[in-house]
């Protein structure tokens, strides 16, 4: 049986991404196309962040940062705000369990102070109520903004008075969200733009991008095998240069 076909986890050409950055973009053109409302392909991006939660597990992938709510999604419709404010709150509701079921623990990062007092505690719950489990850790940004982050701990840093010396790289980071995971190591963008928009701007310095023009909600477990070979088959060198090279 071939690596695509059976549910086992595929041989890779070198090991999974232990962190994967998802721009989950192309709900509104999935339900366009099906002439649905824009919230149905919402809905349904929901419904499949949960079949590749189970697909990453199985690669052996060890944090998910999704991309649910950019601080520029406040432009949108008013409607559509609403509903994407909802949709947080619906995802707990539906996914809380299977999350512990599977050892999800679920974190947030972005600015909750912009969410109701009911919201806040409600994400806060589900964040305390999954702290424990180990398998996999789901990163949802809500209210996020790859420059807010570096503001605010920009902000946080001249607060606390940090002499400038000791302001390094590792400390940065260490005020931002992800303050202790690692950097992603592969951005997926479904939905077809080449673009950051934003999304974990310091943290995405040396991943890998991987753009697909399928929309959110059809991005399965092929598609992601897909990108995660993609990943593997690339000459990754942080801006060194390979070993092997002559560089004399
Ligand atoms: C962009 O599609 C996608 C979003 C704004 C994210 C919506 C939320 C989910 C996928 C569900 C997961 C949510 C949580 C809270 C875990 P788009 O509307 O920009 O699509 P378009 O480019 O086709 O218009």
Do not use: C
């Not at 992800?178 to 928009?197: C, F, N, V, Y």
């Not at 701007?201 to 995660?228: C, G």
């Not at 000459?235 to 560089?247: A, I, L, P, S």
Request: charged letters at 25%; glycine letters at 8%.
């Amino acid at each position: 049986m071939s690596s695509t076909d059976s549910h086992s986890t595929p041989i890779f050409s070198g090991p999974a991404p232990a962190h994967i950055g998802i721009i989950m973009d192309g709900n509104g053109r999935w339900a366009k196309q099906r002439g649905l409302n824009r919230s149905e392909g919402h809905r349904q991006g929901v419904e499949n962040l949960r079949r590749v939660l189970e697909a990453a597990g199985e690669f052996g992938v060890k944090t998910l940062t999704v991309y649910a709510f950019s601080t520029e999604n406040w432009s949108r419709p008013i409607a559509e705000v609403r509903f994407l404010l909802r949709i947080i709150d619906y995802y707990i509701d539906r996914e809380l369990q299977a999350l512990n079921e599977r050892g999800v623990q679920l974190r947030h990062i972005g600015d909750m102070s912009a969410l109701s007092k009911r919201l806040q505690q409600k994400i806060q719950r589900a964040i305390e109520q999954t702290q424990h489990n180990e398998k996999l850790i789901l990163n949802v940004a809500f209210n996020y903004g790859g420059r807010a982050e570096v503001v605010q701990a920009i902000r946080r840093i001249i607060e606390e008075g940090l002499p400038p010396e000791q302001v390094t790289e590792q400390v940065v980071s260490s005020y931002l969200y992800t303050a202790g995971q690692p950097d992603p190591d592969l951005i997926i963008r479904t939905g077809g733009e080449m673009r950051l928009s934003n999304f974990l701007m310091w943290q995405a310095t040396y991943a890998e991008y991987y753009s697909t023009p399928t929309y959110w909600p059809d991005f399965d477990r092929e598609e992601l095998r897909k990108a995660i070979e993609h990943y593997t088959a690339r000459d990754r060198r942080f801006g060194g240069v390979k070993e092997t090279h002559d560089t004399k």
